[in-house]
């Protein structure tokens, strides 16, 4: 199948922390089983630089990237991510992963749904 869907970082971390309502998590096990599911290079850096992650988080981390398409900048994402960043405002981190969905017309799956509310022509599917 193709890849339909783009995880926001804090819908992969409470999915490793088993922290999703169950419906959620189902979700989620069928995208990835499925091939369905992508996530942002940010995502990739944001879940192994946070400062007090474990070896054992890491290992989890790592593990299920590795069923995940990692979709990585180009100009075309760059171009994007400054758009919506000028009319939203979000952080870098949060631009470039709702560009990365706009870009690639992807879905956002996100928890929570506030984090992307401000861009306008997203229509984040929230778990």
């Not at 971390?13 to 189902?26: A, R, T, V």
Request: contains cysteine.
């Amino acid at each position: 199948m193709a890849i339909k869907y783009l995880l926001v970082t804090n819908t992969v971390i409470y999915f490793l922390k088993n922290s999703l309502p169950e419906n959620g998590k189902s979700f989620l096990v069928n995208c990835i089983a499925t091939n369905q599911a992508a996530i942002s290079f940010v995502t990739r850096i944001e879940l192994l630089a946070y400062p007090s992650i474990t070896n054992q988080e890491i290992n989890a981390a790592n593990a299920l990237m590795s069923l995940l398409h990692i979709i990585w900048a180009d100009e075309i994402l760059i171009d994007k991510t400054i758009d919506v960043r000028k009319q939203s405002l979000l952080k870098l981190p949060d631009a470039l992963i709702a560009s990365t969905a706009l870009v690639n017309k992807l879905e956002l799956v996100t928890a929570p749904l506030k984090d992307f509310s401000k861009v306008q022509i997203l229509n984040p599917l929230s778990l």
